[in-house]
C-alpha cells in the first residue's frame, strides 16, 4: 500500500536532482594585508561578500581579521565573484571586486595611511591668521602615482587657526601624491598651492601658505512677489543658491572659483532673504535658486541668472520668485539668555528637526518627504530688539529647534519642540551661551 507514494518520492527527488545546478569548487581564498612600505598590517578586518545575488551558492561572505604577519585566509570557498572590502584603525578603506578560481594568486592589499598636514598660514600682509576657520581642498593621487590624470578634488576638511603662529594642523589627510592644494579662510583670502609632495605612512608635510586677498563680493536678495503688483515682495528665508557654470577672469581658475562659491553659507537670511558670498574669484557666475517646499516654480527659467563679478567690488542682485502657497505658516521664535533676558539683535543659526507626533522621534526622511516638508533646515537670521526672529516660510506639523551661535561649533544650551499649525506657531528658547568661534 506504501508503494505509489515512495515511487512518486523517488521519482521528484531523481527530478530536482537533474534540475539543480552544481555547486561551485571550493578552494582556499587568501591574502596578505601590508602598508605602502610594505610593513604587515595586522588585525586589519577583511569583509568578503559574494557579488551576484542570484548565484547557486552555499558561501555568500564572511569577515576575517589579518594577524600580526598581516595574512589572513578563508580555507572552504568557493569559486565565484566577490567584493572585498579591508578596513583598519588608521588606514583609508580599501574595496576591490575579487574573482575567485583555479590558480588566482592570493591577493596583496596596500592600505593607504592617513596622514596629517601642518599648515601655516599668513594673510595677504604676511601676519598669522588667528580666530580663523580653513577650508582644504586638494588634489592628491595615490602613493607611487605621479601623474595628476583625471583625478577628483579631495575635501580635506576644515581646522581652526588658534595659534598665535598662524600653525594648524590637518589630521585627516590621506596618504598619496599630492599635487595641488587649495587653502581659502573666509573674509581674509585664499591660496593655491602647486607641486608634486608625497606623503607615505607616519609622515607630515608643513606647508607654508599667505593668502591672496579675495576681492569680489556679491550680495543676492530672494524675494518672493506679492499677489497684488502695487505691493512690495516679502523676503524668502531659506532659500538655496548655487553656481550652474562659472568663467572667472583666468580660465584656468575654474575650479578655485566654484570651490570658493561653496565656502559661503548658501542659504538665505530670515528677515531680509539675503545670501552675502564673500572671497569670490571675479568673473562671471550663473547661479540658480531653489526655493524651499511649498514654493514650487513653474519654471526654473525664471530663477537663473549671469552675474559678473568684478574685482574690490560688491555687486548686488534680485532673484524674483512666484509666490509660497496661501497656507504656507510661518514661525516666531523668541531667544532669551540662562536669566530669561532677551537677546536682542544677535545673529544666530536655528537648526529645525521635524518630530513624529506618535513616537516624538526625529522624522524619518521618506515620510518628511511625502508630508512636503524638509528632512531637516539650517536657517539663520537676527532677533530684534525683542529677541523675536520670525522663520518664513515655515511648514504645520512637529518639530524641534535648537539654537546655535552663527560661528560657533557648539550650540546654546537650548532647545525646544514646537507645534505649527497652517496659521502658524510661537515658540520661546532659553540659553546658556557658549563662547562663539569667529569664522
Known sequence: MFRAPLLFLFLLALALRGNAQPLPDRRELSGRVASTKSVPVGGAQIQIRRKETKASAVFWGVAVLSNVAGDWRVPDAEDGDYVITVTAPGYETWSAPYTLREYEPSL??????????????????????????????????????????????????????????????????SEGVYHELYVAVRGVGHMRWM???????????????????????????????????????????AAQ???????????????????????????????????????????????????????NLAKFAEVVQAIDVVPDEEKEVAFRIPPCSTNTPTLQVTIKDEHQVPLANRE???????????????????????????????????????????????????????????EAR??????????????????????????????
Not at 120 to 129: A, E, M, Y
Not at 361 to 379: C, D, G, I, T, Y
Request: hydrophobic residues 35%; aromatic residues 8%.
Open 108 to 173: 596583496r592589499i596596500t592600505l593607504q595611511r592617513k596622514v596629517s598636514l601642518t599648515f601655516t598660514i599668513l594673510d595677504p600682509n604676511g601676519q598669522p591668521v588667528q580666530g580663523k576657520t580653513a577650508a582644504v581642498f586638494g588634489y592628491v593621487t595615490k602613493a607611487g602615482i605621479w601623474q595628476l590624470g583625471n583625478q577628483p578634488g579631495v575635501a580635506l576638511g576644515t581646522t581652526s587657526l588658534t595659534s598665535s603662529s598662524g600653525q594648524c594642523t590637518l589630521p585627516n589627510g
Open 195 to 237: 607641486g608634486k609632495v608625497e606623503i607615505l605612512e607616519g609622515g607630515t608635510q608643513h606647508f607654508d601658505l599667505q593668502l591672496q586677498k579675495a576681492t569680489a563680493a556679491l550680495q543676492v536678495k530672494i524675494v518672493e512677489e506679492s499677489p497684488n503688483p502695487k505691493e512690495a515682495g516679502r523676503s524668502l528665508g
Open 241 to 295: 543658491i548655487y553656481p550652474q557654470s562659472v568663467q572667472p577672469l583666468q580660465i584656468s581658475d575654474k575650479t578655485l572659483a566654484l570651490w570658493l562659491f561653496r565656502q559661503n553659507d548658501l542659504t538665505s537670511t530670515d528677515g531680509t532673504g539675503i545670501v552675502r558670498l564673500i572671497g569670490l574669484l571675479p568673473g562671471r557666475y550663473q547661479i540658480r535658486v531653489t526655493t524651499p517646499f511649498n514654493c
Open 348 to 406: 544666530v543659526r536655528l537648526f529645525c528637526q521635524p518630530i513624529s507626533e506618535t513616537t516624538q522621534m526625529n522624522l524619518q526622511f521618506e515620510e518628511a518627504a511625502a508630508r512636503r516638508v524638509p528632512f531637516s533646515s539650517m536657517r539663520r537670521g537676527t532677533t530684534d530688539a525683542a529677541g523675536k526672529i520670525t522663520l518664513y516660510p515655515f511648514w504645520a506639523g512637529l518639530w524641534r529647534i535648537s539654537v546655535y551661535e552663527v
Open 410 to 439: 557648539i550650540p546654546f544650551h537650548g532647545a525646544e519642540t514646537v507645534d505649527v499649525t497652517p496659521e502658524g506657531g510661537q515658540i520661546t528658547i532659553a540659553t546658556a551661551l557658549n563662547p562663539a568661534i569667529e569664522e
